[in-house]
Every structure is written in C-alpha cells, then in structure tokens.
C-alpha cells in the first residue's frame, strides 16, 4: 500500500524566492514518485518524476526535487517563484499497481 | 506526444438523466485508463480502473451500477453516470498509461465539469 502526505496545504512566496513543497511517501515497494501542478478547471501536468534512477530529478518550468529514502521525502523545489507557478501541486506515488495514489494537494500563491 | 483529451470539457444536465464522458488517448495505445473524481478544492480520488477489453475494477465505496466504465478499444474509455443527482457533480478526470513494463506514468486528460441541477 502507498500513501502521501503533503505538508501545508497553502503556501506563499513572493516573486523570486525560493519555492519548497513538502512531500512524504509511504509505500511498501520500491515507489514512483510524481509531482503534478493543476490550473483551475485543468487537467493535471506532469512536472517531473522519479522512477529509482537519479535522486535529484530536474523537471519543467526549473522545478526538481529530491529523493531521500531516509527521509521517505521527495520535496519540490524551485529556486525563483514566478507569478505564473500560482497553482495547486499535487505529489503522488505509485507501486506496482500502476495506480496513483495522490496527496491532498498543496496551494501555491506567489504574492507579487 | 502523450496526449489524452475528454469531451466533453463541461456539461450540465438534469436530475435523473445519464451523462457519458468520453476519454481517448490520441497519439498512443492506452492498455490502461483511469477515472478520478475531484471535488472543490481537494485531491483526485480514483475511481477505477479499467484495463481494454476487460471489466473495470472500482475502488471501494464506487457505486459500478451508477458509473459504467466501458474500454472498448485502446484508445477509448466512457465513463457514464447514470440517473445523476445533484451530489454526483464533481471535475471528472481520466488518465492513460501505455503498455511499458515497469513505467507507471499516466497522462492526464483536461477533465470534464459535471454539474447537476
């Protein structure tokens, strides 16, 4: 079984600073790990992933995370907030199953 | 490439007629699609997966009389809710995944907004 935990449902930054998403997995099979950014009333976007090969894993739009098995962590970072990043951030995880199991969704704003 | 799409995008219905969403995989073969629900400001909850050519499998609590989920082909899986109430408005979200062994990515369709009256 997979679970997510997304610390934070709302986070705030302003132009230009440093973004931290937090996540953390659970999950009893070496795991998928995803990060998705969703626009109001859009589908999901795949921001990056990581499938057990490099730990720091770089994605679009300067976005990459890092996989640390010790922490169970796989935290999205970027280094310089844009007014466009304004979104909702959804980690998720996957095993062998092929299914996502989705945190419950961090808030960005980035405050101008 | 990768690109799933959904139609349609929005719908409004009346209480007690069935609605059909249609989910298709345009430039790959889907072995696998699946159906999420979400609710305003809170996550996707999956609702089932479905597999071509075979019976989908529904996540606990999913009524499957109430939301039939046909994979008829590789690129097309319906979801229709049937005799829809106003409580089964929600975002409807399909995803895909291509037969690669081992590589769990789904792509993601734009959604279809429901909403009952």
């Known amino acids: 079984a997979q679970s997510v935990t997304q610390l934070g449902s709302h986070v705030s930054v302003s132009e230009g600073a440093l973004v931290l998403l937090r996540c953390n997995y659970s999950?009893?099979?070496?795991?998928?790990l995803f990060w998705y950014v969703q626009y109001p009333n859009q589908g999901l976007q795949l921001l990056l992933k990581?499938?057990?090969?490099?730990?720091l894993v770089k994605g679009i739009n300067g976005f990459e995370a890092e996989f640390k098995k010790s922490e169970t962590s796989f935290h999205l970072t970027k280094p310089s907030a844009h007014m466009s990043d304004a979104a909702e951030y959804f980690c998720?995880?996957?095993?062998?199953?092929?299914?996502?199991?989705f945190g419950s969704g961090t808030q960005l704003t980035v405050l101008p | 490439g990768a690109v799933v799409s959904q139609h349609p995008s929005w719908v409004i219905c009346k209480s007690g007629t069935s609605v059909k969403i249609e989910c298709r995989s345009l430039d790959f073969q889907a072995t696998t699609m699946f159906w999420y629900r979400q609710f305003p400001k809170q996550s996707l909850m999956l609702m089932a997966t479905?597999?071509?050519?075979?019976?989908?499998?529904?996540e606990q609590g999913v009524e499957k009389d109430k939301f039939l989920i046909n994979h008829a082909s590789l690129t097309l899986s319906t979801l229709t809710v049937t005799s829809a109430h106003p409580e089964d408005s929600s975002f409807y979200i399909c995803?895909?995944?291509?037969?690669?062994?081992?590589?769990?990515?789904?792509?993601f369709g734009p959604g279809t907004r429901l909403t009952v009256l």
């Open positions: 990581y499938t057990s090969a490099a730990t």
């Open positions: 999950s009893s099979v070496p795991p998928y």
């Open positions: 995803s895909a995944t291509p037969g690669r062994a081992g590589y769990n990515e789904q792509f």
């Open positions: 479905s597999n071509e050519g075979s019976k989908a499998t529904y």
């Open positions: 998720a995880v996957s095993g062998s199953a092929r299914q996502l199991t």
